[in-house]
């Protein structure tokens, strides 16, 4: 079973920059389109940023021109730079991924696997 592991993630100061990244834990025929999700307590998760197997990237509204998704290493790995961070930015972030065909990027429905989850504070 392939797994999705992150790494990254902590704590910055508002204005300051942070790097979540994300590999398939195996090695895979397919390649997956990925993207990155964050959640807050009580709230619903919600998709930051994705990247398909062409490599054209989506971004949610509240997070472009700050937070960029790009390939790292392997095919199956992804990292999520976030810079000019603010507080509203504090979530739990989840890397997502998918082998079948995505048709809502940012939508949690369309992703199978599923990383472990990683906190980011920002701090005012």
């Known amino acids: 079973q392939v797994r999705l592991v992150q790494s990254g993630g902590g704590s910055v100061q508002s204005g300051g920059s942070l790097k979540l990244s994300c590999v398939a834990s195996e090695y895979s025929a397919f390649t997956y389109h990925m993207a990155w999700f964050r959640q807050v307590p009580g709230k619903e998760r919600e998709g930051v940023a994705s990247?398909?197997?062409?490599?054209?990237?989506t971004y949610a509204d509240s997070v472009k021109g700050r937070f960029v998704i790009s390939q790292e290493g392997g095919k199956n790995s992804v990292s999520l730079q976030m810079d000019s961070v603010s507080p509203e930015d504090t979530a739990m972030y989840y890397c997502?991924?998918?082998?079948?065909?995505?048709?809502?990027?940012?939508?949690?429905?369309?992703?199978?696997?599923w990383g472990q989850g990683t906190q980011v504070t920002v701090s005012s």
């Open positions: 990247r398909d197997t062409y490599g054209r990237t």
């Open positions: 997502a991924a998918s082998r079948t065909v995505v048709v809502r990027d940012l939508q949690e429905s369309e992703y199978a696997l």
